[in-house]
């Protein structure tokens, strides 16, 4: 395993180069753009205001129906760095939340979408991936795969939630 010092040393090398800052300024003008889409055409939508950066590990906003707010959840539009790919979360507005709605999806026997296997040390309840591989090359072809996906999955959930 590589020191830190190690890691340093090679970021420095990798930012130097210009391409890293190039795709990752990108990478972020086109999750803002994505956020200022879905909040102009759904604005019967909670729509976060601000997009969580991370630690290049994930980069998301909120995308939250009233009928899910009422219930404290909500839906995250996440880019993972880890797996390069689009997913869209479900997600409690606090620990105590997401303990009770995970254990009704996972003891509902509901296998629609990925029920995570644990909740610990994990921020969602359900996992969809919206999209594997995105061409950035096409946005809004993009942007329309990332819409029908996240909007179909909250079918489902609000389905299932009326249910139980």
């Keep these: 395993m590589e020191s830190f010092n190690e890691y340093i040393n090679e970021y420095k090398k990798q930012l130097k ?7 990752y300024q990108g990478l972020m003008e086109y999750i803002m753009s994505l956020r ?4 102009s055409k759904y604005p019967n939508y909670f729509v976060s205001g601000s997009i969580y950066q991370g630690y290049m590990d994930m980069t998301y ?5 009233e009928s899910l707010k009422n219930r404290k959840l909500r839906i995250a539009i996440v880019f993972s760095y880890n797996t390069f790919r689009f997913e869209v979360w479900l997600a409690g507005y606090n620990k105590q939340v997401q303990s009770k709605y995970w254990k009704l999806f996972k003891e ?21 991936i919206l ?3 995105p061409d950035f090359s096409e946005l809004d072809v993009l942007t329309k795969q ?3 996906g996240t909007l179909k999955f909250i079918e489902d959930i609000e ?3 009326s249910k139980h």
């Design 131 to 133: 999209v594997e591989n």
């Design 61 to 65: 906003f909120s995308f939250i129906p």
């Design 146 to 148: 990332i819409e029908k």
């Design 159 to 161: 389905s299932f939630l």
């Design 108 to 128: 509902s026997g509901w296998n629609k979408y990925h029920i995570v296997p644990d909740i610990k040390g994990v921020d969602s309840i359900i996992e969809y």
């Design 36 to 39: 200022t889409h879905f909040n």
């Design 17 to 23: 180069q210009g391409a890293v800052q190039k795709a």
